[in-house]
């Protein structure tokens, strides 16, 4: 087979707030590149990449959905591997970890709602990953639709650089296409049939002027980014070519110096066709990214990957899916190499050999298998036994650890049992399955109670769980009241000695350890330890037991059992016996160490601060701050949009927040709509904490 020229490749993204139309988008790229022949609309429940019944009912997404088009651009066909991202917050992790692994992203806008919530956290996810943004302001035709406007906050809200690469013709029902600032010519679109046709004209008359202007501006853009450029445009602006500037533009989108923005209306099929233009103008393919890097798995020591075919094998798996037909998906970006299906991999967590049995390319949850993949390439799999998100799976020979995910932690829970003993069994392997898709979603057993609580990102997240559990697996369950994830962590630091002796006849058990436990250095997680023991009083290899025995007991803190995510530890002295000491003793010493200190330690209860977000008529105003403020929330800003609506931004506790949907549309008469998202963790009042621990029944187990 011809070896394929990873420039023409483009893995992109369609990322946006919840309702600004990514998956009306997806459907007219799918349907514009030839892969689809008649367009899904989400609003018929029909949607190509809303494939899961959840999706088609509520008209939301949920699960990002892969696919793979070709496009016809300057002569050349180009490649599109497109994900189509969930907008709701409770499914944030399918943004995290399909932005991972891109190479660019296409951030959509509503023209009317601009800048909203969960624009800013995609934006920041994209960030964070260093993925190249094109903005695309869809929506064009709605009441109150502004381009420039919208524009314009994404230099506010996101401190981003965006520049208009068009200007529309026209906005609300006017909206009729769209002036390409380069080319100086005008799209107009035809809306009397289906196929929806555009003609290229000049630019309208009346618009001469005001293209001209933002032509300036953005020919001054394109020459930042470039400084050979920049010298030629001081001695003559006009001199520029079309050419220089998109490979300017092309250049400082690439390093994320420039954001070229474009607008459209999806839904009425404008501005798509030049929207993918601008992807593969501007958007970089796998060679513009450049060199993977990792490590050598079991080390520090750097090493890279070069994104090419010959180079050995390397790819993340991002994400594990199961399908009804085939069993588990694994899907997985390629970085280098080659692999065939039917051939072994290394897997670098378990350091196992894993075999491909098949490969995949991924239409919406349609497989057409495949022969091989390579580098560039995002596809999916089958036949691996223990294969997790955020994996590397590499050549045996040459292997390299690829930085993983992280992933934010539920903060709601609700416990569930079978209707009926018999689906007892099934309920766990179903849990187990969704458990492995999902990476912020967790099931535990409480002990005390023999409940099994299952959490996630908020209500809606779980909601979807217990449905899928019902259609997808068939099992019945009854479910709790909401319950919120708390944490507990300690808030000043103390010393103490911990003597652990145990006599039972022939050898004993022993271990004594003075430590001094506190809260953990700013920003850090987890345990952070330190051994400051001198002259061999405690032997070396018993001190990696002390810190797993506090590693351990961080579970189940001392209030209410809730964990403990971070703290810091010191270990100062103690003694051992030549006889009775091992790794167990000190491991239990250090476990009872951590449940007698901690409660001279200032112990706290956390719980999460959710950021909010309400847009609601003026009218309504009082009466949704007064309700804001009986929750406890701490109201941090208030604006008006231009259409005369207010905004409200608030902190509340997540624990008063259940059910407010309904609350709000009762309060609103159905006008106000609200979002709303994990912010942090912040300490309980302590009348409340009082009651929760109470509530809990929590008793600490001292005879470990």
């Not at 068009?166 to 769209?178: T, Y």
């Not at 967790?442 to 002990?447: A, G, I, Q, W």
Request: charged share 25%.
């Amino acid at each position: 087979m011809a070896k394929r020229d990873l420039k023409f490749t483009r893995n992109i993204g369609i990322m946006a707030h919840i309702d600004a139309g990514k998956t009306t988008t997806s459907e007219r790229i799918l349907f514009y590149t030839g892969k689809t022949h008649r367009i899904g609309e989400v609003h018929d429940g029909a949607a190509t990449m809303d494939w899961m019944v959840q999706e088609q009912e509520r008209g939301i997404t949920i699960t990002s959905a892969a696919t793979t088009a070709f496009w016809h651009y300057n002569g050349d066909v180009y490649q599109i591997n497109l994900i189509d991202t969930p907008g709701h917050v409770d499914f944030t992790v399918e943004v995290e970890r399909s932005l991972r692994v891109l190479d660019g992203t296409v951030a959509t806008f509503c023209a009317v709602g601009r800048v909203q919530p969960q624009s800013e956290t995609v934006w920041r996810q994209a960030d964070k990953y260093g993925v190249p943004k094109i903005a695309y302001v869809n929506k064009m035709d709605r009441v109150g639709a502004d381009f420039l406007a919208c524009v314009e906050e994404i230099h506010t809200k996101l401190g981003a650089n965006a520049v208009p690469i068009c200007l529309p013709i026209g906005s609300e029902d006017k909206f009729k296409g769209i002036v390409d600032l380069l080319s100086r010519k005008a799209y107009v679109y035809d809306t009397s049939d289906n196929l929806v046709n555009y003609e290229l004209q000049d630019v309208p008359e009346n618009m001469v002027d005001e293209v001209e202007r933002w032509r300036d501006k953005l020919i001054e853009a394109a020459a930042e980014c470039d400084e050979a450029l920049m010298e030629k445009y001081f001695e003559s602006p006009d001199s520029l070519t079309e050419e220089e500037v998109i490979a300017a533009l092309r250049k400082g989108t690439i390093a994320m110096q420039i954001i070229p923005a474009c607008c459209g209306s999806s839904f009425k099929n404008k501005g798509v066709q030049f929207l993918l233009d601008a992807v593969m103008r501007y958007l970089p393919s796998p060679l513009d990214k450049g060199n993977t890097v990792g490590t050598v798995p079991g080390t520090d020591e750097e090493t890279f990957r070069k994104p090419e075919a010959t180079e050995p094998f390397s790819a993340l798996v991002f994400k594990i899916a199961t399908d009804p037909f085939v069993g588990r998906l694994a899907f997985m970006r390629v970085y280098s190499g080659r692999v065939d299906a039917g051939s072994y991999v290394h897997n670098t967590r378990t350091g196992k050999k894993e075999r491909i049995a098949r490969l995949y390319q991924m239409h919406s949850n349609h497989q057409n298998p495949i022969e091989f993949v390579e580098a560039g390439d995002i596809c999916a799999a089958v036949g691996f036994k223990d294969l997790r998100t955020g994996d590397t799976i590499c050549d045996e020979a040459h292997p390299i650890a690829l930085e993983s995910m992280e992933f934010p932690d539920p903060v709601i829970g609700i416990a569930v049992e079978p209707k009926t003993q018999g689906d007892l069994d099934k309920l766990g392997i179903a849990l187990g399955k969704l458990a492995e898709e999902d990476p912020t979603f967790t099931v535990k057993s409480d002990h005390e109670t023999g409940q099994t609580v299952i959490s996630g990102m908020g209500e809606l997240h779980l909601d979807i769980i217990v449905d899928r559990l019902r259609r997808e697996f068939g099992v019945e369950i009854n479910q709790g009241a909401p319950q919120v994830n708390y944490k507990e962590t300690i808030t000043k630091p103390v010393q103490h000695r911990e003597v652990f002796k145990k006599q039972s006849g022939g050898r004993g058990k022993f271990a004594d350890i003075i430590v001094e436990i506190g809260p953990a250095d700013e920003g850090a997680t987890g345990l952070q330890f330190e051994n400051v023991v001198k002259g061999g009083n405690i032997p070396k290899e018993f001190v990696p037991a002390v810190q797993k025995g506090f590693e351990s007991a961080m579970a189940n803190g001392v209030l209410a059992g809730y964990e403990v995510p971070s703290m810091k530890v010191t270990l100062i002295d103690g003694s051992f016996h030549p006889v009775d000491s091992d790794q167990l003793s000190f491991e239990l010493a250090a476990r009872m160490a951590f449940r007698h200190a901690c409660p001279k330690a200032g112990p706290v209860l956390l719980e999460p601060i959710m950021n909010l977000e309400v847009v609601t008529p003026e009218e309504y105003m009082g009466d949704i701050v007064g309700d804001l403020n009986r929750r406890r929330g701490q109201i941090n800003a208030m604006d008006s949009t231009a259409n005369g609506a207010r905004i409200v931004r608030a902190f509340v506790p997540l624990a008063e927040q259940f059910g407010y949907v309904t609350i709000l549309r009762t309060l609103s008469s159905g006008r106000a709509t609200s979002t709303m998202s994990f912010d942090h963790y912040a300490e309980v009042p302590a009348n409340l904490a009082k009651d929760i621990i109470e509530k809990s029944g929590y008793k600490a187990d001292d005879d470990e």
